[in-house]
């Protein structure tokens, strides 16, 4: 069974600060990582994707791979309240299905 | 504008009888899935279809069935069969073999 572990948090980081949201997986085979934020009672959507290792950047965040050590991380810069959410880790290990950890909850304080 | 249309948003069921959850598209994209989430927990894959006419069990499909007469729909129902069906239920779209998925706003069931 590939899984994807989170911490399910809170994770509670000051205004301004740099967050920083962990994803381990257990697949060698893994091919690509998506982060998915999710405001409460609302369905996920899409925030940053990677492909292959090093880092992706797209304004306030930076997706990092490191497949030698089967971990993802999201580094949120600039903590805004509006960041505050469940952030979702999921993986593509090949068969074309994404897998899904359960979850990183993200309170951003002012 | 492209989008997923799921609906109803909100239901309650009785114990013992099925209801059906629509899903719609028009993105176009051959792939749909169903997910559950559950509070505080991640998505679990019901269902995903690939193309018209097929579709395949994803990890908790018991209780559960669904059809892809058309490329735009992908109805769930969950049956009598489904023990405890209380839970958020998200239908996703996407190109098949890319794990950018396109969500619906969800349509939260209660059993009574």
């Known amino acids: 069974q590939k899984e994807v572990e989170q911490n399910s948090g809170p994770l509670s980081v000051p205004e301004g600060a740099i967050a920083s949201l962990n994803c381990t997986y257990s697949?060698?085979?893994?091919?690509?990582f998506f982060w998915y934020r999710q405001y409460s009672g609302k369905s996920p959507e899409l925030i940053m994707s990677?492909?292959?290792?090093g880092d992706k950047e797209d304004g306030r965040f930076t997706a990092q791979l490191n497949k030698a050590s089967q971990y993802v991380s999201l580094l949120i810069r600039d903590s805004q309240p509006s960041d505050s959410a469940t952030y979702l880790c999921?993986?593509?290990?090949?068969?074309?299905?994404?897998?899904f950890g359960t979850g990183t909850r993200l309170t951003i304080i002012p | 504008d492209g989008g997923i249309t799921q609906s109803p948003k909100y239901l309650f069921r009785k114990e013992g009888q099925n209801v059906t959850l629509s899903c719609e598209q028009n993105l176009n994209h051959d792939a749909m899935y169903w997910y559950r989430q559950d509070p505080g927990q991640g998505l679990r894959l019901i269902y995903y279809s690939q193309i018209v006419n097929d579709f395949q069990k994803g990890d908790i499909a018991e209780g559960y069935s669904v059809s892809r007469e058309k490329k735009e729909s992908f109805p769930l129902t969950v049956t009598s069969a489904q023990k405890n069906p209380t839970a958020f239920y998200l239908c996703a779209s996407s190109i098949w073999g890319d794990g950018e998925l396109f969500f619906g706003e969800g349509s939260r069931l209660t059993v009574l």
């Open positions: 999921a993986g593509n290990f090949g068969n074309e299905k994404l897998t």
């Open positions: 990677i492909y292959s290792n």
């Open positions: 697949d060698r085979g893994s091919q690509s």
